[in-house]
């Protein structure tokens, strides 16, 4: 993968995130389309093997799009590389598809962190996990989303090298973080 420079994005396009609570029964957050995307994974998921990106199909899950991203996880050292990001994904964050974790200037160096330190327990555990996250807008006002991320392998009972995330910002529309 090419390791493209870094890219300046207004740090007011996606403020900083604060963990409320990280969970790891998806049953403990309540959006639903993290249910459905943990339920759709969990079919994938047999036999202790993790899912394969190929294993996933995006017509079989077209309402979850816009709101997913789909990544590689790489070793030694450890980084984060988005393949993709869904419209509202991109809506919120701004362009980070085809952009390394650690290459994205928005995020503080604690967020940056705490992000990475997430993925490198996902690709651990091969667990997905699950999380409840405040995010403020230029004004203060706190606003919350829900996010899930989920281990993929691309070879059967090889490391969790790739992964899809899903963040749910409900009936939140980029527009009130502008305020």
Do not use: C
Not at 18 to 36: C, F, H, Q, T, W
Not at 81 to 87: M, Q, V
Request: cysteine-free; hydrophobic content about 40%; charged content about 25%.
């Amino acid at each position: 993968m090419q390791d493209l420079p870094s890219q300046t994005v207004p740090a007011t396009l996606f403020p900083e995130r604060r963990v409320l609570r990280r969970e790891a029964d998806p049953a403990n957050i309540s959006s639903r389309m993290i249910g459905d995307l943990h339920g759709y994974w969990l079919h994938k998921h047999r036999d202790g093997v993790l899912p394969s990106r190929a294993q996933i199909d995006p017509t079989d899950i077209p309402h979850l799009l816009p709101n997913i991203l789909l990544g590689n996880i790489e070793f030694d050292p450890f980084r984060v590389f988005y393949r993709l990001a869904g419209t509202r994904i991109t809506a919120f964050r701004g362009e980070i598809t085809g952009r390394y974790l650690d290459a994205i200037t928005w995020f503080e160096p604690a967020t940056r962190r705490t992000t990475q330190d997430i993925y490198e327990m996902i690709a651990r555990s091969r667990q997905p996990t699950f999380a409840e996250v405040e995010i403020r807008s230029i004004s203060g006002t706190p606003y919350r989303i829900q996010t899930g991320l989920w281990p993929l392998a691309n070879r059967p009972h090889g490391p969790a090298d790739m992964f899809i995330a899903l963040e749910d910002y409900g009936a939140l529309e980029r527009v009130q973080l502008d305020l």
